[in-house]
């Protein structure tokens, strides 16, 4: 294959990591704000799912000895690399699994992820020490379960620990500049982004990424970037924000803070990691 067809690809990679990752390219449903102040994705009734009733394309919950609820991550190292685990719970007995809910937690639709994601949504019973996941595509899951000793807010699924997403306060605002990144193709395509938070309820955002790729014959290389401004706001329950460009559309994004290893808060964006890049101010309500 011609190089310059490769970099074109590549640089198409790029361009949807930068902006589909970032989740710049939907607008929130219902984002417009009230007469109130507050936005109609704080007001939204709730989509299935999320209380008791059926769900369209999953199979209604059994009988479960206890009721989950909320985001739990699990780490997993496989040939070198570390992958995340989701689950996200609701006590209406349905469950999202694999991947992080991206729109923010309370306004996840479980029926059209049936239609769109059906390996990857079901209900769920809790048995004794098993946790039984039925598919919406029919798939049965049996998986060891359990709490967590020193803390029963985790618990221990298929025999790996799963921590429960921390929640902000809704309103609450925070200052600091956090910045995360991803690669693909061994470091070919790369993206770093970077969100600068302020206690008035302001933040900025950045992207830059680069695409390069080495042969016999040359090297060549290409990049992109992107940025925006505007408002913030936490709602819902505290596991979800809105952000809303200066003349834009309001974005939603799954958020929660995440203590890692060294002591630091990292905000999780959309299942991103994000580091301070500078000591966070105490966040203010």
């Not at 798939?139 to 025999?159: Q, T």
């Not at 921390?166 to 500049?177: A, I, L, R, S, Y």
């Not at 080495?214 to 596991?239: D, F, P, R, W």
């Not at 003349?247 to 890692?260: D, K, Q, S």
Request: net charge negative.
């Amino acid at each position: 294959m011609p190089s310059h067809t490769v970099l074109a690809r590549l640089t198409s990679l790029l361009v949807l990591m930068l902006f589909a990752a970032c989740g710049q390219a939907e607008p929130a449903e219902g984002s417009a704000a009230g007469d109130d102040g507050t936005s109609a994705a704080t007001r939204l009734e709730r989509p299935v799912g999320h209380l008791k009733g059926p769900v369209p394309g999953i199979p209604d919950p059994g009988d479960s000895d206890e009721k989950l609820d909320g985001l739990f991550m699990q780490l997993s190292y496989s040939f070198g690399n570390l992958y995340k685990i989701w689950y996200f719970f609701t006590p209406a007995g349905y469950v999202y699994l694999n991947n992080i809910p991206p729109g923010g937690l309370e306004f996840f639709d479980f029926a059209k992820a049936a239609q769109e994601e059906p390996d990857n949504v079901g209900s769920y019973v809790v048995q004794g020490e098993k946790l039984i996941i039925t598919k919406a595509d029919g798939e049965v899951d049996e998986l060891e379960f359990g709490h967590d000793e020193d803390d029963p807010e985790n618990l221990e699924i298929d025999g790996l620990f799963a921590s429960k997403a921390d929640k902000f306060k809704p309103g609450e605002t925070f200052e600091g500049t956090y910045q995360g990144g991803a690669s693909v193709g061994g470091g070919a395509v790369m993206s770093t982004q970077t969100y600068e938070f302020s206690k008035d309820g302001t933040y900025k955002w950045s992207a830059i990424g680069t695409v390069s790729m080495t042969t016999s014959e040359s090297h060549v290389s290409a990049g992109s970037t992107g940025e925006a401004q505007g408002t913030y706001k936490v709602i819902g329950e505290g596991n979800t924000i809105e952000l809303t460009p200066a003349g834009g559309e309001t974005v939603r994004y799954t958020l929660f803070p995440f203590e890692n290893l060294d002591g630091e808060i990292e905000l999780v964006i959309n299942g991103g990691f994000y580091g301070p890049l500078e000591p966070a101010a105490e966040s203010s309500e």
